[in-house]
């Protein structure tokens, strides 16, 4: 075991998962999973406490590596493992081992690994609410921030005691996250990225509405890219059925309904943003009036409808003089109609258009790929068929090799 431990530790792409001795140790094997779904290779250290709690051997199977937890299973391990990792991520990290991380303490191979290792750390701490309350160990957990760890919080619910509390280990979902961003390119760091999404209401009585096709998803995925490029993101998100990225992420999400609600939260949002997306299907049109009660079934029934605030023209309008923020739309057409999609990047005075065909074969609505069109007034670039996410990455790609320059 010595020989391939050692040898697997040198994988380009690998990263430590330390295991500490808390009931949440459970779910390291998910985690383990989540992290080998990005192809990257997890080696596993646990402590002797978190051997009660879930198997050396689920790991080893989970992870196809050996899992070590002693210092004398195979020598300098604690220096081999952290050698070229991306990253050391303790999940769950008890109390324990992060107050012996924050005062150098090195008494087992996790805690001796630590003080070796010179990459990113990343802890999710997992313990009852008093304890993750408690003075000397916020103390603790602070100095350990200040250094550089990366924590991620635990989450308010119940506890393996029975009670309900802050201490619950953050999900699998949002940890990989959070690995994804630390050791990402960083390139949007601190940039304030508003993105809209999803579509809207438009309430003809309580009951009934109109509204646009939309999954929701494109908007998700440049939202998700640019947290993942250190952005501080808005999410301003019609209803859709897809997970919250508030619950994986830091990223602020702005539920809203109607094309007015959509309105008032993007002009607000936007002024303190330096690059709006606006991915929403906006109804174009509303009913001319909303009738309180439910109406009812009649043979004929004709609605009035009236056209709405076109958003993005408005929020471009309001641009100051120093013409931020930079503003992206998206011109979902039927057919190869990218002359529409350069009418309207001109007709709404934006920085950018996305153009796709929404009958194209891997670009539809609920479709994971799209294929993207980048009109803006100088240049057209493709983004042939790829996941949503790496189109989102290609458009940022574009809008920040433009802000860079003069625009
Ligand atoms: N948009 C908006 N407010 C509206 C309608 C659209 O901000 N009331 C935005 C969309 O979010 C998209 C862009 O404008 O980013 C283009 O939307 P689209 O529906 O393709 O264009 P419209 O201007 O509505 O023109 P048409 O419906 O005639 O194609």
């Known amino acids: ?19 500490t001795g808390g009931i949440a140790a459970y779910k390291s094997p998910l985690i383990v999973r989540a992290i080998k779904d990005l192809g990257i290779e997890v080696r596993v250290v646990m402590t002797e406490a978190a051997r009660q709690f879930v198997t050396p051997l689920a790991l080893e199977v989970v992870s196809e590596n050996p899992v070590l937890w002693d210092n004398f299973q195979s ?59 408690n003075p000397i160990f916020k103390d603790r957990l602070a100095y350990l921030k200040d250094k550089g760890v990366v924590e991620i919080p635990p989450e308010m619910g119940q506890l393996a005691c029975g009670e309900q509390g802050v ?30 999404s999803g579509p809207t209401r438009e309430y003809i009585d309580p009951v009934r509405f109109i509204t646009n096709r939309s999954s ?23 209803p859709t059925s897809l997970p919250s990225l508030s619950d994986i992420s830091d990223a602020e999400v702005i539920r809203v309904e109607t094309s007015g609600d959509m309105r008032r939260a993007v002009l607000e949002k936007s002024r303190e943003a330096d690059i709006v997306v606006m991915a929403a299907a906006v109804c174009d049109f509303k009913p001319e009036r909303f009738i309180e009660d439910k109406i009812s079934r009649t043979e004929r029934f004709t609605l009035d409808l ?38 309207k990047l001109k007709r709404k005075g934006i920085n950018m258009i996305v153009f796709n065909d929404v ?20 240049q057209e670039l493709s983004i042939p068929k790829m996941s949503k996410e790496d189109g989102a990455d290609r458009i940022f790609d574009i809008i920040l090799s433009h802000i860079k320059g003069p625009r």
């Not at 930079?326 to 350069?342: H, Q, V």
């Not at 891997?362 to 994971?368: L, N, Q």
């Open 306 to 343: 009236i056209k709405t605030t076109d958003i993005l023209a408005e929020v471009s309008s309001h641009r100051n003089a120093s013409k931020t923020p930079y503003i992206a739309g998206f011109a979902a057409e039927t057919g190869d109609r990218k002359d529409r999609a350069r009418e």
């Open 359 to 378: 009958t194209a074969e891997g670009a539809g609505f609920d479709s994971d790929t799209n294929i993207m069109t980048v009109i803006t007034p100088e």
């Open 167 to 196: 201490g619950r280990m953050a999900s699998a979902e949002r940890i990989v996250h959070t690995l994804r961003r630390v050791i990402g390119a960083n390139d949007m760091k601190g940039l304030r990225v508003v993105v809209v």
């Open 1 to 19: 075991m010595e020989d391939k431990a050692r040898g697997r530790a040198d994988a380009a792409r690998h990263v430590v998962l330390g295991v």
């Open 216 to 238: 929701g998803k494109m908007g998700l995925a440049l939202a998700r890219v640019a947290c993942l490029r250190g952005g501080v993101v808005t999410l301003i998100s019609g």
């Open 75 to 133: 020598p300098l391990s604690h220096i081999n493992m952290a050698k070229g990792a991306l990253a050391l991520i303790i999940a769950p990290a008890t109390l324990n081992t992060i107050s012996k991380f924050s005062s150098g303490i090195a008494d087992n191979l996790l805690t001796t690994l630590f003080m070796a290792f010179r990459g990113p750390v990343i802890i999710a701490p997992a313990m009852n609410w008093r304890m993750y309350d």
